[in-house]
């Protein structure tokens, strides 16, 4: 329809227009959005909540914009010029610093990878399901949901994952939170200072923004095949993802923070690298809620991390890259998403751990952020790249801003764990 025809239409026929509309372009940003929230940032959310009560509650929600400013971008750039972000590095600035952005972000995947299977052995024994068979079969899940030749039903079966995590709310609306705590909470003031506030503040922020995020949604919006018409659904798309993202990791704060206040029983099963608001809850009811929320969502996170390294890669060394495509016409591609995780689940048979790894890495991601990030705002700046769609002045020194304070954030974050100031 045209805008005048869309106007003279029925109600009933513009909603069906929208919502077609909508249909036609959901998917990059939300699929992105949830598995953000994956098996590492559920511990550090709950590990927040069980620390410093519902204190890192402002902290979380005023991620919101940061993270629809950054992955924004990252849509305007892969809808405009159809190209990966490792790509459009490679063509403006050389094969080089494609290598860097691409390298550095990989690097951190692997130990993402790591936490995921962790984590989804950490749901399966909360259930009872033995490690092993829990690996085996999310190799085989994470093979099958790309082996399908067709985009679109990949990413049917990524949305229904996603679905899992609002087991979270659940989570935390079932443990009846008093309300003027959490209202109170809204206020940091009491818990700032306090040894170990600075590095978990850092850790939400490293588990609400992570690099893959950048590599993911642009490629996906590319090989989902959006046009610029799609442009204004997309950054609706990516602002509404970017709330249920945070509104999730706020929901496991707040379980933790109310299950650690009412003083219930731990579990008589172990579990060592739950944090104790949140391993109050594994059992009964309440256990498989919290069981199905973290395998789907180390399930999810596995997938998207996965890849955005294959898109990552296939982009830096000129390989076909699409889901669309079969094995046989993009091996790399394939050959990357398949094998790249199989080292990590080898490590989480035989060392099953979160604890060792999570809030590091999580202050890590905010200084590795910084490399594709600088990259990101160059380009959604370049008018050569997005003519009248490239940032204005004022709107990337807003985004060089945020870039900075981030880095600087992570650095603080660094400092304050390298020299035992974070408790």
Same mark, same amino acid.
């Given at each position: 329809?045209?805008?005048?025809?869309?106007?003279?239409?029925?109600?009933?026929?513009?909603?069906?227009?929208?919502?077609?509309?909508?249909?036609?372009?959901?998917?990059?940003?939300?699929?992105?959005?949830?598995?953000?929230?994956?098996?590492?940032?559920?511990?550090?959310?709950?590990?927040?909540?069980?620390?410093?009560?519902?204190?890192?509650?402002?902290?979380?929600?005023?991620?919101?914009?940061?993270?629809?400013?950054?992955?924004?971008?990252?849509?305007?750039?892969?809808?405009?010029?159809?190209?990966?972000?490792?790509?459009?590095?490679?063509?403006?600035?050389?094969?080089?610093?494609?290598?860097?952005?691409?390298?550095?972000?990989?690097?951190?995947?692997?130990?993402?990878?790591?936490?995921?299977?962790?984590?989804?052995?950490?749901?399966?024994?909360?259930?009872?399901?033995?490690?092993?068979?829990?690996?085996?079969?999310?190799?085989?899940?994470?093979?099958?949901?790309?082996?399908?030749?067709?985009?679109?039903?990949?990413?049917?079966?990524?949305?229904?994952?996603?679905?899992?995590?609002?087991?979270?709310?659940?989570?935390?609306?079932?443990?009846?939170?008093?309300?003027?705590?959490?209202?109170?909470?809204?206020?940091?003031?009491?818990?700032?200072?306090?040894?170990?506030?600075?590095? /978990? &503040?850092? !850790? +939400?922020? $490293? #588990?609400? %923004?992570?690099?893959?995020?950048?590599?993911?949604?642009? @490629? *996906?919006?590319?090989?989902?095949?959006?046009?610029?018409?799609?442009?204004?659904?997309?950054?609706?798309?990516?602002?509404?993802?970017?709330?249920?993202?945070?509104?999730?990791?706020?929901?496991?704060?707040?379980?933790?923070?109310?299950?650690?206040?009412?003083?219930?029983?731990?579990?008589?099963?172990?579990?060592?690298?739950?944090?104790?608001?949140?391993?109050?809850?594994?059992?009964?009811?309440?256990?498989?809620? /919290? &069981?199905? !929320? +973290?395998? $789907? #969502?180390? %399930?999810?996170?596995?997938?998207?991390?996965?890849?955005? @390294? *294959?898109?990552?890669?296939?982009?830096?060394?000129?390989?076909?890259?699409?889901?669309?495509?079969?094995?046989?016409?993009?091996?790399?591609?394939?050959?990357?998403?398949?094998?790249?995780?199989?080292?990590?689940?080898?490590?989480?048979?035989?060392?099953?751990?979160?604890?060792?790894?999570?809030?590091?890495?999580?202050?890590?991601?905010?200084?590795?952020?910084?490399?594709?990030?600088?990259?990101?705002?160059?380009?959604?700046?370049?008018?050569?790249?997005?003519?009248?769609?490239?940032?204005?002045?004022?709107?990337?020194?807003?985004?060089?801003?945020?870039?900075?304070?981030?880095?600087?954030?992570?650095?603080?974050?660094?400092?304050?764990?390298?020299?035992?100031?974070?408790?």
């Amino acid at each position: 329809m045209t805008t005048i025809d869309d106007a003279l239409a029925p109600a009933p026929a513009r909603v069906r227009e929208r919502l077609a509309r909508w249909v036609a372009v959901v998917g990059p940003a939300w699929i992105v959005m949830l598995a953000d929230v994956d098996a590492p940032s559920v511990v550090t959310a709950g590990r927040a909540g069980t620390v410093f009560g519902y204190g890192l509650i402002l902290p979380l929600l005023a991620l919101i914009p940061v993270l629809y400013l950054v992955q924004e971008m990252t849509a305007r750039l892969g809808i405009v010029t159809g190209r990966g972000h490792a790509e459009l590095i490679r063509e403006r600035y050389g094969m080089r610093w494609a290598g860097v952005a691409v390298v550095t972000m990989v690097a951190i995947d692997l130990v993402a990878y790591v936490a995921e299977f962790a984590g989804i052995a950490l749901g399966a024994a909360i259930l009872g399901i033995p490690v092993a068979p829990a690996i085996v079969a999310t190799l085989v899940v994470h093979s099958l949901v790309v082996l399908t030749r067709s985009y679109s039903t990949f990413e049917r079966i990524a949305l229904a994952f996603s679905v899992l995590l609002f087991a979270f709310i659940i989570l935390a609306i079932g443990q009846q939170p008093d309300l003027r705590a959490v209202a109170a909470g809204l206020w940091p003031g009491a818990a700032l200072g306090q040894p170990g506030y600075l590095a /978990l &503040a850092v !850790g +939400l922020t $490293g #588990a609400s %923004v992570m690099p893959w995020m950048l590599f993911y949604q642009q @490629a *996906a919006s590319v090989d989902k095949g959006l046009r610029r018409q799609d442009l204004p659904t997309a950054r609706r798309e990516t602002l509404l993802g970017a709330g249920a993202s945070q509104l999730l990791m706020v929901a496991i704060l707040v379980a933790a923070a109310a299950a650690t206040a009412r003083a219930l029983p731990l579990p008589s099963i172990l579990l060592p690298d739950l944090p104790a608001g949140l391993a109050r809850l594994a059992v009964g009811p309440t256990g498989v809620v /919290l &069981a199905l !929320g +973290l395998i $789907g #969502a180390g %399930v999810l996170a596995l997938v998207v991390i996965s890849l955005s @390294a *294959a898109w990552a890669w296939s982009e830096l060394l000129g390989w076909r890259h699409s889901l669309n495509h079969s094995v046989r016409r993009a091996p790399g591609f394939y050959l990357v998403y398949l094998l790249e995780v199989v080292p990590a689940a080898l490590i989480a048979l035989l060392a099953p751990s979160l604890g060792a790894v999570v809030l590091g890495a999580m202050i890590l991601n905010v200084v590795v952020l910084a490399i594709p990030l600088t990259f990101l705002v160059r380009l959604s700046s370049d008018r050569e790249v997005l003519g009248p769609l490239a940032n204005s002045r004022r709107r990337a020194a807003v985004l060089w801003a945020v870039t900075g304070g981030l880095l600087l954030l992570g650095l603080a974050g660094m400092a304050g764990e390298v020299l035992g100031l974070s408790g």
